[in-house]
Structures are given as structure tokens and as C-alpha cells.
């Protein structure tokens, strides 16, 4: 059944320095209204992993995210899709968030971790020309194994040395 998916406002504070990016949140996690809602996903675990934090709630997931200058929100703002999966989304509806007005918001921010492969063509197709040069000078942008459970062909423990990648960035190497 094809529907029309909106993102959520992304988490982040004036400190933030690497912001993650998802594509567009599934269907889970739209009926929950919370990043990386389905329990097969292991951003939250990898999360956890590579800060020794809790994140078994939603609040503790936040915090995480904030109290490590992280920031997190989806490439997409809103398009239309058949279910979940990132290969469903049909290109013609895609509408990216406004990342002038996020990066103006957030200017400490100078890493971005695409999680998996759509966010990070997406970012580098409709985002990234669309930025003044002295900002796409200044911003480094990685592509990270996917956290979705359809992306099971890495174990979690590959995935979380991948990710480290992400504390080796807010560490300033």
C-alpha cells in the first residue's frame, strides 16, 4: 500500500558538531513518532554501544544523542512509498528538509553520517549542490553501513566498528 511519509523535526542542540541522517523513518517508527522505532533496528544498540549510554527508552534516547553533541534527522522531509524500505520510495515525491536554515542553526556542526545508502545519494544528489560553497566546503560526508533490519547481512558488531566512526569525528580526528 503506497503512502505519504513526513519526517520528524530533527534532535539537536546549539552544540551539536555531527549530525546523522537517515533517509525517511519507516513505518514503525512514523506510528510511534520516534526515530528508529522498529525493534529490529540497531541504531539504537550501536548508539549505546559506542557511547556506554542507556537508550532503552525514547527519553534516554534523546539524551544520548543531545549530551553527545550529536545531531539526528532524515535527509527527507516528506515523499510517498510502498511500506518501508528505502527502495520504495518513489524519487518522483521526494522533498528534502531545509538544511540552509538547519546548517545557519547549527553552524559547529562539520561531519555527516549518512546512515546507509539512500541518505547518503540523496544528501549528495539534492542537498549538497544546493549549499553555499564555503558550507560544502567546510562539511565532511560519510556514508555508514545501514542500521535496518533489511541491512542484516553485516552483524551488529561489524556495524558498531563502522559507526565508530562517528566518535573518532566528534573527537576532532
Not at 541491512?151 to 558488531?157: L, N, S, T, V
Request: charged share 20%; aromatic share 8%; proline share 6%.
Amino acid at each position: 500500500m503506497r503512502h505519504h511519509a513526513t519526517s520528524f523535526p530533527p534532535i539537536a542542540t546549539k552544540k551539536s558538531r555531527v549530525l546523522i541522517l537517515g533517509s525517511m523513518p519507516g513505518i514503525k517508527s512514523l506510528q510511534a513518532q520516534q526515530y528508529y522505532a522498529h525493534p529490529q533496528n540497531a541504531f539504537w544498540h550501536i548508539m549505546s554501544a559506542l557511547f556506554d549510554a542507556p537508550a532503552e527508552t525514547y527519553a534516554q534516547r534523546v539524551k544520548l544523542i543531545k549530551d553527545n553533541n550529536l545531531a539526528l534527522w532524515d535527509v527527507l522531509k516528506c515523499c510517498e512509498r510502498h511500506g518501508s524500505l528505502d527502495m520504495r520510495i518513489d524519487d518522483e515525491t521526494i522533498e528534502v528538509n531545509d538544511f540552509m536554515a538547519f546548517f545557519k542553526k547549527h553552524p559547529a556542526i562539520h561531519d555527516v553520517f549518512c546512515n546507509g545508502g539512500k541518505s547518503h545519494a540523496e544528501f549528495k544528489k539534492r542537498v549538497l549542490p544546493a549549499l553555499p560553497e564555503a558550507l560544502r566546503e567546510r562539511l565532511t560526508v560519510h556514508r555508514l553501513p545501514s542500521t535496518s533490519p533489511a541491512m542484516a547481512g553485516m552483524p551488529r558488531a561489524q556495524k558498531i566498528i563502522a559507526w565508530r566512526a562517528v566518535v573518532t569525528a566528534l573527537n576532532g580526528h
